[in-house]
């Protein structure tokens, strides 16, 4: 597994491009910069070789451009299902803080925790996390070990805010503590820095961070 690291600046959230026997993207940031991403996705792989969109959440820095960027690669989007009515519908309250409206766009699979997304060489397991959002969900590779934790948790201890609609204190601290049992090694967060070799370290930060407020 190669993974690709793009956008990622101010408020876009980081894009993960997957390349696996099957090619996937996590992420979609907020679209404003559509054309630059696709630009930078070309560099490594054919557009056409793009087979999931996956969507760690329902926040419009994470799928405000999954419209676009299914339009450009006719790959399938995937979120979890609790957070597959915001952009079938439309209704994402989370535009608002970047003027802006959340385009409309078919969840081709709505997702549940246990879930697996088949890449060939890789499978990548849902976890369902929610806390930060509703359809809030992280990816695991076992081969790797590598974690794709969205907003619920970040590099040094850093976790997803809980004071959003949908957020939840409670259940951001037992999803930080279901991500425990997992081994990780590499963990690649929706923003900021990715950490390669002592991921589960940063989980364990992330845990006694949400504890303290």
Known sequence: MKVIQLLGFGFESNVYLIEADVVAVIDAGTGFYMKELIEEIREHVDLKDIEYIILSHEHFDHCGG???LKEACNA????HEK????IENGLNWSAAFFNAEQPRVKADIKLKDGDEIDLGSIVLKVIYTPGHS?????????????????????????????????GDRLKLIESI????????????????NYILEDGYSHIEMAERSSLLF
């Open 76 to 79: 399938k989007v995937c979120i």
């Open 134 to 166: 509703e359809g809030s969900i992280c990816l695991y590779e076992g081969k790797s070990k590598s974690l794709f934790s969205g907003d619920t948790i970040f590099a040094y201890g850093g976790i997803g805010r809980t004071d959003f609609i949908g």
């Open 83 to 86: 957070g597959a009515n915001v």
């Open 66 to 68: 999954v419209k676009k």
């Open 177 to 192: 503590r279901k991500l425990k049992k997992f081994d990780v090694k590499n963990l690649y967060p929706g923003h900021g």
